[in-house]
């Protein structure tokens, strides 16, 4: 029998067009985030093209190595100790050719990461001001 990969909802995310980005954020807390995440693609991405590269949109850094099973495309797993992990929202894009046409265009997917122990001091209102 295949193989079985339980996926936790909050480790799932979806790659979209630019223009649909601010609707696709998920939120991560570091507390219970898993080894990996999944990134789910579109059906015309996954049988349509190539991936060439996933990289940070803010810094350009590359996400090497990422695991895109040809047995099942619709999905590419990537280890978190390759995304950014630090407190606040990130952009990353899956850079991708057409293998018919050869155009290339962008798919991107977002997320932010949240701690249940941030590491600023609460800061509380002094009623004598």
């Known amino acids: 029998m295949g193989e079985t990969r339980i996926l936790k909802d909050y480790q799932i995310l979806v790659a979209v067009d630019n223009s649909r980005l601010n609707q696709n954020y998920t939120v991560l807390n570091l507390e219970t985030l898993g ?38 495309p619709a999905w590419i797993d990537i280890s978190v100790g390759l995304l950014d992990l630090s407190i606040g929202s990130h952009v990353y894009a899956i850079e991708c050719v057409n293998t018919v046409t ?18 600023k001091p609460y800061i509380y209102m002094d009623r004598d001001a």
């Open 102 to 119: 050869g155009d290339t265009y962008y798919q991107y997917f977002g997320y932010m990461i949240q701690s249940d122990n941030p590491d």
């Open 35 to 72: 080894p990996e995440v999944y990134i789910k693609l579109k059906p015309e991405v996954y049988q349509m093209c190539r991936i060439l590269r996933i990289f940070d949109v803010e810094t350009k850094c590359i996400v090497d190595p990422y695991e895109h099973n040809q047995m099942n």
